[in-house]
């Protein structure tokens, strides 16, 4: 669906223990505002969320499954998609595996929504477009090198943290230099793998922006103040 035909949109990211969401609805210019903003929710709120029992012209489900990987096309094989995913994250015997294109940087994100956990199945059975159609659950590393050209400094670096895990993409201009997923058990570990990301990257913190795509805690988001020249939320 073309951007500027797009009235109201709703964008949800689901976690192993709950969801967050934002509402975005068209101005006079056919741009997506938002309206709203939800804190991070149980799965007890689901069905008395009011914002779920609406329809929107598009509907985005992020999942936060460390389960992937970036391949580039002229690498991408369908027939080699488990023993690639396999070869940098443990799957189970009945993981489903999947890909989706990421035309911006010419390749294929595979990865498997397997986490143990079934909310999103049940929101993306809940919220359906105004045609009635069901979004397509896709991992948060889609959305983060999606939405990577929205931080607007040449040094791009954009983050999300949830379940104990960093998800990452660096950017120089147009060109894609990092997306990855960290195990990180707690926001230091976190810090900890992003700051040596940037260091392997030649990336000085002081004079760089840091983007987030979901939510800190505030003790989580004033320590990144204290070392990036500035933090945004995207």
Known sequence: MELHKIQNKISIQVSLDGYYFKTLEANEQGELMPVYE????SPSKLFTTTEFQKRYDEVEISLFTHKCTLIPNNFFRKEDLT???DSVVELGKDDIIDYVDVEQYSSKLVFSNSISESLSSIIRHTVLTTAG????????????LRDLNKCNEYNKILISYKDAHLH????????LILANTYSAVDFTTAQYFLFLAMKNLHLNPEISTVCLRTPLEQDDEMSLYRYFKAVEKI
Request: hydrophobic letters at 50%; a positive charge; proline letters at 4%.
């Open 38 to 41: 939800s804190t991070w929710l």
């Open 83 to 85: 023993n690639v995913l």
């Open 133 to 144: 159609t069901k979004a397509r659950i896709l991992p948060e590393l889609y959305f983060i």
């Open 168 to 175: 990452i993409a660096i950017a120089q201009g147009k060109t």
